[in-house]
């Protein structure tokens, strides 16, 4: 028994659908048998008594024993001609569901394998294979974005990184073989370099807590009108640095919404500054909020400047994403600002959103929020 129950263990799906399907193929086949010569004789003679052929005993006698015979050979060539059709369907039936699944399996080995570009083509046995097929090539697809996003990941953050080491490593070297000297000039760009690590490392673990969900929010009921008046005042020095000019509007009889205003202040802080850093001086940036038709409160952050590519806009919010990277790094932006603020709108059940016409026409950031 061990043995036999080895040998099924080892079974393929295909050989189990076989043994199966001829199981059934076997059951039909002895119940058609036992039925057939269950009732067959039976009502063979009633006829025949019916007929009038009581009378004729040994002629009776002889037709049932000829219908027998002939049922029972016709019987007989019936079920083997259907048992030896039914093996042949079920044959090529579990060899096509077998090969399906196989390719699934095949692909599957690839995709551990880190070999992400392994769609599953459809094997038309329906609308679940299809849709395992369908199912299996779209999370290959995200797994192979997801690679690529790490490897990206690790690219901007090896360069972070190694930037500012190298500047003060070089700086510190030049200071002990009596180069250059440590004067106050030496010890502001050194304390730079450290804040800017420091700020690098607490935007990853911001993100990161975020994008996990390990995020604590002191959600209170707030008004729309408070949270851009907030984000005005916080941003107004920038602003007047940049020379642009920097306005609040707010839409009569906005909700409140229930949130941390504290994140949602850093939301739109990031925003404005983000806004800011790309709009020339002379430029105007808004910060509005409105309601849309179903009650969710709108928070947007507009600008007149450069303006975002369509290539650029799907990426926008994902880590250390740049649509201009040398310009973005000259300007001291590391690219996690926009994905810190995507992970804790979404953390409040929001969404957030880029538009731009296009290079050159402004852009529009908008965060929509539930009403509280």
Do not use: C, K
């Amino acid at each position: 028994m061990s043995a036999v129950r080895g040998w099924w263990a080892r079974r393929g799906l295909a050989a189990r659908l076989l043994v199966a399907l001829g199981v059934v193929i076997g059951v039909g086949t002895v119940t058609a048998w036992v039925v057939a010569a269950a009732t067959g004789p039976t009502l063979f003679h009633e006829h025949m008594v019916r007929a009038g052929m009581g009378a004729h005993q040994a002629t009776i006698l002889h037709a049932e024993e000829a219908f027998t015979s002939a049922s029972a050979l016709s019987l007989a060539v019936a079920l083997l001609a259907a048992v030896v059709a039914s093996l042949a369907v079920s044959v090529v039936l579990t060899r096509r569901i077998g090969r399906s699944l196989g390719s699934v399996t095949a692909a599957a080995r690839l995709v551990g394998a880190g070999r992400y570009d392994t769609p599953v083509t459809s094997a038309g046995l329906g609308v679940e294979f299809d849709e395992l097929a369908a199912s299996f090539s779209g999370m290959a697809a995200r797994l192979a974005e997801a690679e690529r996003l790490r490897a990206r990941l690790l690219a901007d953050v090896a360069h972070e990184v190694r930037t500012p080491v190298a500047t003060i490593d070089a700086y510190l070297e030049a200071v002990e073989d009596g180069v250059h000297p440590l004067d106050g000039a030496t010890v502001h760009l050194l304390r730079e370099q450290g804040r800017r690590l420091t700020r690098l490392a607490d935007d990853l673990a911001a993100v990161t807590r975020a994008e996990s969900g390990d995020l604590e929010l002191d959600r209170r009921r707030t008004p729309a009108a408070d949270l851009v008046d907030a984000a005005v005042r916080a941003g107004a020095e920038r602003a007047a640095t940049a020379r642009v000019d920097l306005t609040a509007t707010v839409e009569p009889g906005v909700p409140d919404v229930d949130v941390d205003a504290q994140r949602l202040a850093q939301v739109l802080d990031n925003l404005v500054t983000n806004a800011l850093r790309h709009t020339p001086p002379g430029g105007h940036v808004t910060v509005s909020a409105r309601s849309d038709a179903s009650g969710r409160l709108l928070l947007q952050v507009g600008d007149d400047g450069e303006g975002i590519g369509a290539e650029h806009l799907p990426h926008l919010f994902e880590r250390f994403y740049r649509a201009d990277t040398a310009r973005d790094r000259a300007r001291g932006g590391a690219g996690i600002g926009l994905a810190i603020s995507r992970a804790l709108v979404e953390a409040h059940g929001g969404t957030i959103t880029a538009d731009s016409p296009g290079p050159g026409q402004g852009a529009v950031f908008t965060v929509v929020l539930p009403p509280a």
